[in-house]
């Protein structure tokens, strides 16, 4: 059974840092296609970042430059590195995996998810 435990979000100031955890089990991620997503209020779920199997990586138009994600996989481990936050960034930030090794920036596309953790931003 595939389990996806994200860790990291919080409270933080315009302009700081956070970075996300996604602890995962039952799943190796050095083999999967791994991705971010997030949901504002009011808002439907959006696209974030994915990396694949090789370790390449694309981003939302939103956070290129900004956040990065990355792996460890010793510790079986996905992070989102997010610097410079903006309040716009306010959400729960789901991790997820899929099956297949190739990335996807579409929802459908990822057969695991996370229980997601809230990041807020204030101005």
């Known amino acids: 059974q595939v389990q996806l435990v994200e860790s990291g979000g919080g409270l933080v100031q315009a302009g700081g840092s956070l970075r996300l955890s996604c602890a995962a089990s039952?799943?190796?991620?050095?083999?999967?296609?791994m991705g971010w997503f997030r949901q504002a209020p009011g808002k439907e779920r959006e696209f974030v970042a994915t990396?694949?199997?090789?370790?390449?990586?694309y981003y939302a138009d939103s956070v290129k430059g900004r956040f990065t994600i990355s792996r460890n996989n010793a510790e079986n481990t996905v992070y989102l590195q997010m610097n410079g936050l903006k309040p716009e960034d306010t959400a729960v930030y789901y991790c997820a995996a899929r099956d297949s090794s190739a990335w996807s920036q579409a929802e459908s596309g990822y057969n695991y998810w996370g229980q997601g953790t809230q990041v807020t931003v204030s101005s």
């Open positions: 990396l694949n199997w090789s370790g390449r990586t």
């Open positions: 039952g799943r190796t991620v050095s083999n999967s296609a």
